[in-house]
């Protein structure tokens, strides 16, 4: 009986992976479009620019050695300022946007 | 993955199965205009993804798992929104999307399935989109939606169950008769 079970089982797993997969052809304005919009992904994924960056990282540096203000020898004004650079990139990589969608008859 | 090698890959799955992803995407769609977004921000998703896909797993299966996944979503946010607009009812009488989905081809086979699987409770869904459609072992299911094979297997037992009950007018089709 277990055994019956199985087979039909797999006789229904079988049916469904043969017939779920069904083809349409896209419509080749659809499929430029699609490219299109697969490219400017790509581009815009890094949506902050560099000067905003250091802006950031600027600011987190001069934030955390004002809460420290003993602390200002050069090598943790060095730590300090690579902190906030990681700090910058990892704020402009979070904030990278997807791109907009390609409308019908964009260029 | 440089950005240049992921676009490369990126269109030329988009030109290899587009069909595939297109024919899941109609679908989930009731309009012409929801169909060009919603196939759109599924290569979107492929992009997003593609980096960490496992290299075992067929190009063709993956992508109809993530369409799926994607389609799914967009549904599920055009039933809430459409339940919002019908508790104000003032909003302009603009239901393009009330019903079942005018998109979707005759009720095929295929049709039939889909519609099927998206009625499972979500464990049960993502097993079966793992297991059967893409074609991952128990093991590898397991791993992908981090549950222990136990529950995989419990999960699609009880599918398979379902599945074979709303489908049971189509045995025909899936079930030999020498058993």
Sequence with gaps: MEEHDESVDEQLIEFIRREALEEVPVPPELQARIERRIEATLATRHKMGWGSTALISGAATLALGLANPAGFDPAFVLLLTLAAVVYGAGVRQLTAVPAPRVQEGSA | MSDEALRQRAVHLSRAYGPLVYGIARRYAHTTADLDDLVQ????????????KNPASPDDRWLCVVAA????EF???????DALLKLFRFHPRETDGAGPS????ADSAASRIWAAVDALPGLQRQVV????????STEETAQAINRAEGT??????RALRTLGAELADLESLWSSSDL
């Design chain 2, 75 to 81: 549904l599920k946010r055009r039933r809430r929104r």
């Design chain 2, 102 to 105: 005018p998109m979707a081809m």
């Design chain 2, 69 to 72: 996944n994607v389609g799914f």
């Design chain 2, 152 to 157: 995989v297997k419990a999960s699609l037992h």
């Design chain 2, 129 to 136: 989109l793992h297991r059967v459609i893409e074609g991952m």
């Design chain 2, 41 to 52: 921000d599924m290569w979107v998703r492929v992009v997003e993804i593609l980096p960490g």
